[in-house]
């Protein structure tokens, strides 16, 4: 099973950019499906972006335009670039590694392993 580490969060001003990485052992992420979700306080864990391993990608709705998925199978890293931040984007951020190579991870039906999660604070 693989283990994933998220890192990259942290406090900023709205208007402001972030990455995030989630560093990935214990198997290659090569044909491995990846997604990011977030949890914001008393509210359900939802969808934030996804590739799969050929690349594909797939963003929620609130974040296109804004947030960049992208993937380095050679450093087994998966990203995620948070450009013009925005209060609400305030949550613990989770990276995923999907159980199945033909779904992408756009929920978290289809996860099989979580990181432990990076705090991304937005000001206003």
Do not use: H
Not at 41 to 46: A, D, G, L, N, S
Not at 74 to 91: H, I, V
């Amino acid at each position: 099973q693989v283990q994933l580490v998220e890192s990259g969060g942290g406090l900023v001003q709205a208007g402001g950019s972030l990455t995030l990485s989630c560093a990935a052992s214990g198997r290659t992420l090569t044909y491995v499906n990846m997604g990011w979700f977030r949890q914001a306080p008393e509210k359900e864990r939802e969808f934030v972006a996804a590739i799969s391993w050929r690349g594909t990608t797939n963003y929620a709705d609130f974040v296109k335009g804004r947030f960049t998925i992208s993937r380095d199978n050679a450093k087994n890293t998966m990203y995620l670039q948070m450009n013009s931040l925005k209060p609400e984007d305030t949550a613990v951020y989770y990276c995923a590694a999907g159980s199945n190579s033909y779904i992408m991870v756009v929920d978290t039906a289809s996860v099989a392993s979580w990181g432990q999660g990076t705090q991304v604070t937005v000001s206003s």
